[in-house]
């Protein structure tokens, strides 16, 4: 079985998704067409290999929105249901500690097992970056419809 290996590319000075082919040399640098060396303007993020509910790729530093059976992920009040449901908005960030590598929820309460993959088991929707959006890590409290 194989999977696909890609990335996508963040221009940190222009704060815009590079859309331009860009290449990695033999020692780790960044080049774009023209021969430049970018690598300080530039941050690589790897694609996980998995899909949200809505079948979008899901790559490091997107923020994915989670939503369980109450096992994990805090609760939050939803109007619509009148009922509290388990969720939590998390980084997804590659982490290669404790002995094996994989991407993982960032700060999320899942410490059984691969919190990305417990989340992708069960509901979990990208809902932007922490480049573009931050401020959906740490947002006022909203409804959950």
């Known amino acids: 079985m194989s999977r696909e ?10 704060k815009v998704w590079v859309c331009n082919p860009i ?16 690598t300080k ?4 993020l790897q694609f996980t290999g998995l899909l949200d509910k809505n079948r979008k790729e899901i ?3 997107d923020i994915v929105l989670c939503k369980d059976d109450g096992e994990c992920f805090p609760e939050e009040y939803s109007e619509d249901k009148d009922e509290y449901i388990p969720v939590g908005k998390y980084e997804v960030v590659y982490q290669a500690e404790h ?3 994989a991407f993982e929820l960032k700060d999320s309460p899942c410490e059984e097992m691969n919190g990305l993959a417990y989340a992708c088991a069960n509901s979990i929707e990208v809902i932007g970056n922490i480049y573009e959006n931050p401020n959906l890590l740490n947002p006022p409290t909203q ?3």
């Open 41 to 44: 303007n530039i941050v690589l």
């Open 5 to 14: 290996i890609k990335f996508r590319a963040w221009d940190i000075g222009n």
């Open 59 to 61: 790559y490091e530093g």
């Open 99 to 101: 002995g094996y590598a």
């Open 143 to 145: 409804e959950i419809k």
């Open 23 to 38: 290449y990695i040399s033999r020692f780790g640098k960044i080049i774009n067409a023209s021969g430049d060396n970018i």
